[in-house]
Every structure is written in structure tokens, then in C-alpha cells.
């Protein structure tokens, strides 16, 4: 049994193979070294196998935690001790893994049975085990001894020196013997400082220094003019012995006159370039609090000092590299197009810094305003959130009217290559929306896919103060900046986590039960499942989804493993970057002047040059009787067409052109089938100089053989809406019945309605009085292609 692999212990346990079992030996060595403490104990079984030891341990008097990395031993364990209370069985491989799964509480004994020869690190893991223990609690190691064991099995056995080994670094190890097997039991983790040693003088010089990073109570950050023309930091090389704090604590004082206590000055990143070809190593220093008056204690070196306001140093002239990289890495993103550099960042308990403008306070509250006006937060909790939490602190590179525009602004945090959005911090009341409709209570955990700092802020002021938020997101670059807002001006309540957030959140961060709401921040083309399983029952997942290309916010209510849709708004998101990112199958259409759109993911047999040719023959023009006036909403019908017609499809133009009469640049709804197609458009039918006096009316074009019957068919889906789904007030259009099915879920088990199968699950839309009749065929006529107003919803 001298296996390596985690496949091999899996099939280990999997036939039925077990290990040496507890011996009486052992038994009574356990119960008389390491009672459990009178009111009860804590303990951790490493490795444990089938989970003989774990059993044993409560019966000691042991609440216990027991891992191993074999998820097959895990599934034998809870069923051969199925009836044992007290214990709970982890899936952990304890040298790999990360151990948040254990027990946040210190434990009073932990036990390595049988395993610590097949551990590699093994001062590592030891030393790591022992920081989990409380003063006085014991680590016990069982283990047989190479000298009594066959050669062959050496492998599972330590040696003599090896076991001397074992006790490095602890104050006292008792060695018992339990039937030849070494019973070794460690007691007081001390850490023996170490000794930094010389092998031979450097054959190059480095350098090394320190930068302090400091903000005036409005959040503006200290850089002086250089007689170098430049602007820098605070900041200078170490002397001797002292540490990068100290440094910048010096520095910052005999350049500027302000004063910091070591305790204030925080390294939060090692940065690693180099200057001229010699590498120089930076500390970047983050003082959270000063006393002083700024002056200019060194006039030979700089002109002046000054506070600059974060979003105007994208275009403050030159800056001293080291600086530039500095303020980067407190602020990413505010100093676009840097040179590359090496950046460390280190785990600091740095505390929030607080300090913003009288502007930044009163423009939030009027944010806040427009939004509670606009009757998105009418709960108590969530326009405090707005109230309070500092938007403009996730969104450093712009300046304050920007931050706080309570409008459709969205702040854009990152593009890709081609210049499109990728990352940003959605508007205010969209933000609001999604969160109010969580239906979230205090002390809730919450999940976030799509990270940024500002709405994981705000669902944890919502929920707080017990609660937790979990923000996950697949950009390094987006998470790293996250945690840099949330360690300047977060609450303490949200985690960021680097990973694709279509897989959910890392097991170990999800609660027990699930979830108590979800919040995705991109758009969506389809549902991920770990969304659904991570869901607490009765949890509320909030996502913009994209139903043929037309993006609603919507609301689900998790039942079982159905999600119910509660609530629709109309929105927009930047698109997944994921394993859920999609290429919408498009067909490009005369030399590239049009192209279709199959937004359901599936193109539909167009015949190519035959709807070209159809395309260059005559235009059909149907009327629908439908018409609207100035401001009215049609994004219900959009959406309608786009769950209810067969081959549905978008039509866009490129160029301004003649032969659709579609703008360019826009698209319409359409649907196609073999060489024919229809789209969707409006004309003005009255006209006037006040906006009450106009007046559209829907028609739809077609062209190809088939072409008439397409056009009616989508002429009867508006004339559908209108009767059943549209209503005189915008805000009064029927939303669909919408429930989401695991993917596979039969036919014959999903209700009635309209079926829109994604990859991972099944959408099915039940539309108000779907199921009656629909009018029949409507007039048409020819007519010679002529421009059309723009279809686009307001």
C-alpha cells in the first residue's frame, strides 16, 4: 500500500479494502494521553480513512472533524458510521487543499493515523496543523517504524532519524509504543526563528526601497513635483537593518514633514523591475493615518507637494515609474498603459482608509434619491445602502458626477482588445432592482458572480451586519482590483475569489443549505446549474438573461430544481467571459450589408445565395393595425416574438440601405425559413409638431417565396400582443409565466407553453391567452424598398 496517487487510494477504499485497524493499544494510549477536556473537545483526524479512529475519538468525548483527500473512504466512513453523532465527514486533502472547511475554532487534539509517511511536505503540514491547536492541545502521529516492517512496505513506515525528525520544533514529544507502531505525541508548536545566511558576496547591486502611499481625508493621495519633472511618492531607500515600513515612515517624514506611526504603515505589495538593467525591488507602504502639516522639507529635491484627486492622474504628465506601479496596485486601473511589473501583493490586516469630499456625500444622496424616486428601492435597508456605501470608491477612474449619475450610466471598468466593455459598475437602479428583488434578510449569505466592490457593498449593507457576500469572477486583473476597493473602503464582509463563476463559488464558501440569494452581474445566455444547486430551497438567483438577444433582468425563485421566474426589468450587462461565453451564429448577407442573427444559438437553413436572390427581388409589405404613440415601451413584444415564433432570428444592418430600409448599425426581429424572410419595423402614419401628435404603426417586410406567409405569421404575433400582453401603462405589459428546467427534463414533464432549450436547461414561456386564436391572414401589397424609421426600443 505504498501508493502516491489519489486514483489508487480511490480504488483502494472502492474494493472494499480497509487499513490495520485500531488496535487496543492504541485505544488506551489515546484515552490516557489525550483525554478530551471535561465539558468536550474538538478533534481532527487527518486522513482517516473508513473513519475507525474518528468513532473512537467521540467516544472519548470528541466532537470531530475528519478528512481524507479519497472520496471513496469519505462515502464508506458515512456509511459504516452512519449511526455516530458527532463527527463530521470532510473531503479534504489536507497538504493540497485549502483547509477552510475545518473548523474555524482551535481544536484540542489532531491525529495522523497511519498516514504521515505518504504526507511530502511534511514540516509544512505539521507546523500548519500545530498553529490549529490551543495551548496544551496534543498532535498525535501513529506510524509504524521502517525497522519492523518487510522491505518491501518500507514505503508506509518512517525510519529512526525520520522520527527524530518529527519533533523539530515542538517543546515536548513523547514517544509510547502501540504494538511496534511509533505513537508519538507533540505538544507546544514553537516557531524557531530563522537565520538568514551568506553563501558569497553578490557579484551585482539591487535596489531596494520603500514608497508611501498616503490620502487626505477627502481620499486625494500625496505626490510631490520632482526637480526631475516628475511627480513621485514619498519614498526613498532603506538604511541598514530597517524594515520597509519604518522606511516609509521615515521618508514620508523627512520629505514632506507628516508623521506616521509604524503601526499605520502597512507593506501591501512587493514590487519587482528593474532600473538601467538593475533590478530594483519596491515596497508599496499604505499609511492609513498621519498627523503633521504638509511642507516641503527638502527644496533642493522637489518643488512642491500636493493631493491629487485619484481620477485626474490618468493626466498629471510624467510619473516616476516605481510610483506609477505603486498607485496601481492601491488603485488598479488608474493610471492606464503602465510597463510591465512583477507585483507581490502580501495579506495584511491594513484597515479601511476612510476620507472622501463633502461633493462625493452629497452627490450620493441625490443618487440615492433619484433612484428611491424612481420606485426601484422601496425598502428601508436598500436606499440606506445607496445612502452609504461609496460608490465613487469602486470607481476611482472617473471623477464624482460620473460615479454617482443615478441615471442609465454605467461605469466602464475594463475592455478587451477591441474596445468592448468587459467589466464595469452598472447603474445605480439596476443595481438596486436586482437586489430588492432578492427579497434578502439580515445575516443572509449571498453569492455574486461578476465581481467590481460597489454591489457586493451594497448587498452586504443590505443583509448586514451577520452577513456575508461571496464574489466570484474569472479575470485576475477584475479580482485583484476588487480586493484592493474593498481593503481601502470595504465592510469586512466580502470575499473575492478568482475562478469561473459558472461553476458557482468554491465548495468550501458555500453555506450549508445553500445559498440564501444570487446575483449574476453579466449577461447571461444560459443558466449554469451550479447556480440552481448552490441556491438555498426558497432562494431568489437574480441574472440578466439573454432571450434572443433581448436582455431582461430576471428573478427566480428556486423549488426543488425548478427556478420561477417572480420578476422581469429590461437591462443591459456585459457579456460572459467564462465557460458560458458564446458565439452567436450569424449569416452575412449581400457582400456583408446585412446580417442574421440567430440568437437562440442554432442557425437556421437559409440557402444562401437563393435568400440573396430573394433579397434582390421584390419586398412584400404587410400591415398589422397595431399601432403607438411617442414614448411608448415595445420591448414586451420583442420578447414575445422572440419566445413565440419558430426560427426567429435579428436582422441587422450595416449600411445605410434600400433594400430593408433598416438603419444602419440597427437590428429588427425576424424570422427565416429555406430562401424566404420577414422582419419587423414601424412607419409613421400620423405626423405633427407635438409629440401626442404622432403616431406609428407596425408593419412587417418580407421577401422570398415564402415570404407572405412569414409576414403573417409575424403580423399576427404582433396583433397577438397587442390584445394579451400590451397594456396603456408602460409599466403594465404582461410578463411571461417562465419556469427553467434541468436540461434533459422530458417533454412530457415540462407544463405548457413555448420551450427554449439552452445547454444546461430548458426555458418554458406561458404568455396570457397564448392558446387562442390568432388572426388570420392580413392584407399585403408590394411595395418599392423605402426607408424605415429605426426599430429600437426607448
Known sequence: ???????????????????????????????????????????????????????????????????????????????EHAAIEGVRWLHLDIERDDPAPLHEAEYDLITLRLMYPFVQDRGRVVHTLGERLRDGGALVIITPVAEHTPEERRGIA???????????????????????????????????????????????HALTGALAVVTDDAGRVLLGRSRRGMLELPGGKTRGPEDFAAAAVRELAEETGLLADPGDAHVVTILVDDSHGIPRLTAVVRISAWTGTLTNQEPELFDRWEFFDLHALACVGPVFVPAASALDAVWPGVIPALPPVVSYPLAVEQPPVPGEPAEAFRLRQAMAQT????????????????????????????????????????????????????????????????????RLKPGAIVFEAGSGGYNAELIAHVTAPDSR?????????VVR?????????????????????????????????GFDGSMITYNCWDIAPAWRDQLAEGGRLALPLEIG????????????????????????????????????????????????????????????????????????????????????????????????????????????????????DRDAPAVVADASL??????????????????????????????????EQLAATVRAWDRHVRADDNDKHADPLLTVHPAGTPDDLLPAGHVLDKEHCRLVFQWPDRDGHLPGPARHHRVAPVPAPVLEER
Request: glycine share 10%.
Open 158 to 204: 518512517l525510519a529512526q532519524d525520520e522520527i527524530a525528525l518529527v519533533g523539530t520544533g515542538w517543546e515536548t514529544v513523547e514517544r509510547l509504543d502501540a504494538d511496534g507502531l511509533a505513537f508519538l505525541v507533540l505538544r507546544g508548536p514553537c516557531h524557531t526563528d530563522t537565520r538568514a545566511a551568506e553563501k558569497r558576496p553578490p557579484t551585482a
Open 481 to 513: 482590483r476588487t480586493r484592493a476597493f474593498l481593503t481601502e473602503a470595504g465592510s469586512g464582509r466580502v470575499t473575492a475569489v478568482e475562478a469561473d463563476a459558472a461553476l458557482g463559488a468554491p465548495a468550501h464558501l458555500v453555506p450549508r443549505g
Open 371 to 438: 433612484v428611491i424616486d424612481g420606485g426601484w428601492a422601496p425598502s428601508e435597508a436598500i436606499q440606506q445602502a445607496l445612502r452609504t456605501v461609496p460608490r465613487h470608491r469602486f470607481a476611482p477612474e472617473v471623477n464624482l458626477a460620473a460615479a454617482y449619475d443615478g441615471g442609465d450610466r454605467a461605469v466602464i471598468t475594463r475592455r478587451d482588445e477591441t474596445g468592448a466593455a468587459i467589466s464595469s459598475v452598472s447603474a445605480a437602479w439596476l443595481q438596486a432592482d436586482m437586489i430588492e428583488h432578492l
Open 1 to 79: 500500500m505504498t501508493y502516491t496517487a489519489r486514483d489508487q487510494w480511490e480504488k483502494h477504499y472502492s474494493d472494499g479494502k480497509n487499513f490495520r485497524q485500531l488496535g487496543e493499544r492504541e485505544r488506551e494510549l489515546l484515552a490516557e494521553h489525550t483525554p478530551a477536556p471535561e465539558a468536550g473537545g474538538r478533534a481532527l483526524d487527518v486522513g482517516c480513512g473508513t473513519g475507525e479512529l474518528a468513532a473512537y475519538l467521540t467516544c472519548l468525548g470528541y466532537r470531530v472533524d475528519a478528512c481524507d483527500f479519497a472520496d471513496s473512504a469519505i462515502a464508506r466512513a458515512r456509511e
Open 678 to 711: 420577414a422582419y419587423l419595423t414601424h412607419v409613421q402614419t400620423r405626423h405633427g409638431e407635438l409629440p401626442e401628435d404622432k403616431e406609428w404603426e407596425w408593419v412587417v417586410h418580407a421577401f422570398g417565396e415564402q415570404g407572405l406567409q412569414l409576414a
Open 549 to 664: 438577444g433581448y436582455t431582461r433582468a430576471v428573478t427566480f425563485e428556486r423549488r426543488g430544481q425548478v427556478l420561477e421566474a417572480r420578476h422581469f426589468t429590461y437591462c443591459g450587462f456585459v457579456r460572459d467571459q467564462g465557460q458560458q461565453a458564446r458565439t452567436i451564429p450569424v449569416t452575412g448577407l449581400l457582400d456583408g450589408e446585412l446580417t442574421l442573427r440567430f440568437e437562440h444559438g442554432t442557425a437556421a437553413e437559409t440557402a444562401g445565395l437563393r435568400l440573396e436572390e430573394a433579397l434582390r427581388g421584390p419586398r412584400h409589405e404587410i400591415t398589422t393595425g397595431v399601432t403607438m404613440g411617442t414614448g411608448a415601451y415595445f420591448g414586451s413584444l420583442q420578447l414575445y416574438a422572440a419566445t413565440t415564433l419558430p426560427d426567429f432570428c435579428r436582422l441587422a444592418a450595416h449600411r445605410d440601405t434600400g433594400v430593408t430600409a433598416i438603419a444602419k
Open 469 to 477: 457576500v461571496v464574489t466570484v469572477d474569472i479575470d485576475p486583473w
